[in-house]
């Protein structure tokens, strides 16, 4: 199967919102007609619309037998074993089909396994499967590597892991790209790629780094090096892009349909690519240790730095680089931005900088990211 996956999160739409289905019709016979057959879609993606229109643009249209589908069951809703059952026949009935190729349990992350323990929702899983309804089954994943090596272990039946990684989350400590993708090699499950572009942020980089891209390749679009960066990865099965026009459709088969992997002088310009971003960012966590140590409420300031470092990390045309983030779990076992009382016990200890008052803003700021 070709490395490419049409991610169905950010399908084309009209104005108002509507999905645009004739031209969802044309991407998805131009997939088809590349060699590409990997579709991703979940219960939640576009308001519950997502499942509905790839029956119409996708299921209606080919053979059962020409393409595969991955959905999401949306564990964040599940309150018994019995209502994920149900789910997933209303999963079906959306998709007109009678299975899918891949199950996954949606986002999971520390709260959610609970749900995922407390339900049995493996067990479900591996039932769906012996029943025929799913060939394969497995999660998409947001929390700590410590984390998923305990879900790992725990349920080895899982067959597949979905990641976001990409090259500028690859050394993020809270996204923790390449050490989850590490967790997964060791375990021996394949990756399936999400947010390889960060949502599209990786095509707007600043103009000094494209140069780069560009004198090294000047017919390929600066969106292939994230793609393609993370289709050569050797333990990665699927790299998943959210295309919501033709031209993207269009851009990323052009580089996909006979994929190279990234060579040496390509990797070595993402590494530049990846330290530069990371360089411009405004606070040097390590600078903050001393003032949580000191702090009586043990406000996680380490962690709340990298956090605002990534949510502050501005690219060219002033957008942000945003990375999805759950602030409470990261935190997990710290005190929050919001617990500081401004004491004063770590007044002067970052130099040039009101530690209370940067608090402040990394709660606004990251609260309700």
């Known amino acids: 199967m070709k490395k490419l996956g049409f991610g169905c999160m950010r399908l084309p739409v009209h104005g108002d919102g509507r999905i645009d289905m004739e031209t969802l019709k044309r991407m998805v016979d131009a997939f088809m007609a590349k060699g590409f057959t990997y579709f991703d879609t979940s219960y939640v993606y576009h308001n519950g619309n997502s499942e509905k229109v790839l029956k119409e643009a996708l299921v209606n249209r080919y053979p059962r037998d020409s393409f595969t589908i991955t959905t999401k069951s949306p564990v964040f809703m599940i309150q018994s074993q019995q209502q994920f059952f149900t789910i997933f026949q209303e999963q079906l009935d959306r998709l007109g089909t009678d299975h899918v190729d891949y199950y996954w349990l949606h986002a999971i992350n520390r709260n959610e396994y609970k749900t995922v323990q407390k339900y049995d929702l493996v067990g479900a899983l591996k039932q769906l499967q012996a029943e025929g309804k799913t060939k394969h089954i497995g999660m998409s994943y947001h929390d700590s590597p410590e984390l998923l090596d305990q879900i790992l272990t725990d349920h080895p039946e899982l067959e597949f892991v979905q990641l976001q990684l990409n090259y500028f989350d690859w050394d993020s400590p809270f996204v923790a790209s390449k050490e989850n993708y590490e967790v997964c090699r060791k375990h021996g499950k394949p990756v399936i790629v999400m947010e390889p572009l960060k949502g599209g942020n990786l095509v707007r980089l600043p103009s000094d780094l494209t140069a780069a891209m560009k004198a090294e390749d000047p017919d390929r679009s600066i969106a292939s090096w994230g793609i393609r960066f993370a289709a050569s990865l050797d333990n990665v099965y699927m790299v998943l892009s959210g295309m919501s026009d033709e031209a993207q459709m269009n851009d990323n088969l052009s580089y996909m349909e006979d ?18 971003l990371r360089a411009s960012m405004p606070y040097q966590p390590e600078d903050f240790r001393k003032a949580e140590e000191a702090c009586p409420k043990k406000i996680g300031m380490v962690k709340i730095v990298q956090m605002l470092n990534e949510r502050k990390a501005v690219v060219n045309d002033g957008k942000v680089i945003n990375t999805p983030i759950y602030y409470d779990i990261f935190l997990d076992g710290c005190g929050k931005a ?32």
């Open 338 to 369: 919001a617990d500081c009382d401004h004491c004063g016990k770590c007044a002067g200890m970052v130099k040039g900088i009101d530690v209370p008052q940067l608090l402040e803003e990394a709660d606004r700021r990251l609260r309700n990211w």
């Open 259 to 276: 994929f190279e992997p990234l060579n040496d002088k390509e990797q070595a310009i993402i590494r530049e690519t990846q330290q530069e």
